[in-house]
């Protein structure tokens, strides 16, 4: 089973800005891994996505953990269905490279906020992707058409270097943008990250856009899985990928 990613390293940029009292949204929370690890950092949050089956098992995850003060619904990162100067903290993990219109989703998450609330936003960054071990070349051409399709599909690899910029655009102060490299260079998170991959490579998505695009046949796709199973059990095997974060504070009147 997949290790839970704990708030701790995922949302640390925000949690010096929480407090127990407060009321914090995840926006594309998708199935809540972070918002219920989040929940244990505040009053109340709410996890907002716009894919119902996320929601669905966001709830169930709730339930299974007995968190009782996060609660998820189907919505919208362009309209939320909060008032006005409402919440005091806003997160988004991953979400702003999945959306062609990430201004505009960040001017919602402004428009929620209540004066002197803070934003936190990641995503991540394909630029900042190393990449040790064996079959190398294979590896490289497995993030290539990773990359590939995610722009098909309408999302951006490379957000992460634009997210200083979108909440400057916003109008939020006080931003601060870093990056956090999350490094696999131990037997566990070597096997965990090259296993993953591997499970990727037979994914139904990946495996019929990448078919379906001409962008790799089932052969490779099958070299490629074998690549990363291997590469999962090697000594010389590391992976490190940059996850860019920004914070900002909407201005008091
Ligand atoms: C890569 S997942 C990230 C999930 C979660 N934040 C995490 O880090 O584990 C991106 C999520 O954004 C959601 N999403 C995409 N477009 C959205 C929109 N317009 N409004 C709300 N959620 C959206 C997707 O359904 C998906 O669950």
Avoid at 6 to 33: I, K, N, R
Avoid at 100 to 121: F, H, I, T, Y
Avoid at 126 to 144: K, T
Avoid at 214 to 240: C, I
Wanted: charged residues 25%.
């Amino acid at each position: 089973m997949a290790m839970v990613r704990s708030a701790q390293v995922y949302a640390d940029f925000l949690l010096p800005f929480l407090t127990a009292q407060d009321h914090l949204v995840d926006v594309g929370c998708g199935s809540g891994e972070l918002t219920l690890e989040l929940a244990g950092f505040v009053g109340r949050v709410m996890g907002v996505d716009i894919d119902e089956v996320e929601i669905a098992d966001a709830r169930r995850r709730a339930s299974r953990l007995e968190v009782t003060n996060a609660d998820f619904h189907v919505g919208d990162a362009y309209s939320l269905r909060l008032p006005s100067d409402h919440v005091d903290a806003v997160f988004a993990h991953s979400t702003l490279e999945a959306l062609d219109r990430p201004q505009d989703a960040v001017a919602e998450m402004k428009r929620v906020l209540k004066p002197g609330g803070m934003v936190a936003v990641a995503s991540v960054e394909y630029a900042g992707l190393i990449l040790a071990g064996p079959h190398p070349e294979l590896g490289r051409r497995f993030y290539e058409i990773r990359e590939r399709l995610w722009q098909l599909d309408g999302a951006d690899p490379y957000r992460g270097r634009e997210l200083r910029g979108l909440l400057l655009g916003a109008g939020f102060v006080d931003v601060v943008a870093t990056t956090k490299c999350i490094s696999y260079g131990k037997p566990d998170t070597v096997k965990e990250f090259g296993l993953g991959r591997a499970e990727d490579c037979t994914d139904d998505w990946f495996v019929t856009s990448a078919e379906d695009h001409g962008l790799a046949s089932t052969e490779e796709l099958a070299e490629m899985q074998r690549a990363w199973l291997d590469w999962s059990d090697s000594p010389t095997s590391y992976a490190a990928f940059a996850w860019c974060r920004a914070v900002g504070r909407n201005p008091s009147p």
